[in-house]
């Protein structure tokens, strides 16, 4: 059976960092380099001209249009596509910023090319990866909101829609297996939205990673 190729796009506004990024993905036969753009309005256009790839290595910091921007736009318009910020900042600012705007991993850019290509494989089977700095980050950042969340019993069904949205399924076949409609998934994701107090399907399952309502 062959490995799956999956198609990666680099934005990054550092044309040195990119030509080395490419230069390292290359050295692996299952990633294909769809692209690379210097930032959020170009790399629109290039998938406008490619297609959408895989998995995105995100900067944050870019002219014309950063990271959280960038992410927020994806996910609007190709939620299938995940997102690992890489990224100079290590601060729990712009690891949340960058989660909650889209992003399922955060690697630091002088992380290791194991940890790299592991991250990669990883986010591009579960849709999220978490490296030790994210999970302090996400730590400190749950210990710091309130203790008793509004109304944040859930029932049957928004658990199993809870634990189905930490798969690789989209919302349409999450709605099928759930033998519910796209509707009535639509409503279960904006009301746990609303009790978890986040924006993103990858903030809905780090939230229930942490809580506890997420098994996998």
């Not at 290039?46 to 994806?74: C, Q, R």
């Not at 494989?121 to 950042?141: A, D, G, M, R, T």
């Amino acid at each position: 059976m062959e490995a799956q190729i999956i198609n990666i796009a680099i934005v990054d506004d550092h044309t040195l960092f990119r030509q080395g990024m490419v230069k390292l993905l290359k050295e692996s036969e299952t990633l294909n380099i769809l692209f690379e753009a210097e930032n959020g309005l170009d790399m629109i256009n290039e998938i406008t001209k490619n297609g959408a790839p895989d998995v995105i290595l995100m900067d944050i910091t870019m002219p014309k249009m950063d990271g959280y921007e960038s992410s927020k736009w994806i996910k609007a318009n190709y939620p299938e596509v995940k997102i690992i910020a890489l990224s100079m900042f290590d601060d729990e600012k712009a690891i949340l910023g960058m989660l909650r705007s889209g992003a399922g991993g955060y690697l630091i850019k002088h992380t290791k090319a194991t940890e790299l290509f592991h991250a990669i494989n990883e986010i591009n089977v579960n849709h999220f990866y978490f490296n030790e700095l994210v999970s302090i980050k996400l730590l400190q950042s749950l210990q710091n909101q309130p203790t008793t969340p509004k109304n944040e019993k859930l029932n049957a069904n928004e658990l199993q829609f809870l634990n189905l949205c930490a798969s690789d399924l989209t919302y349409k076949e999450i709605a099928s297996q759930m033998n519910l409609s796209p509707f009535t998934i639509n409503n279960y994701r904006e009301a746990l939205f609303d009790k978890f107090q986040v924006k993103s399907r990858t903030a809905l399952v780090i939230y229930g990673l942490k809580k506890g309502y997420i098994h996998l």
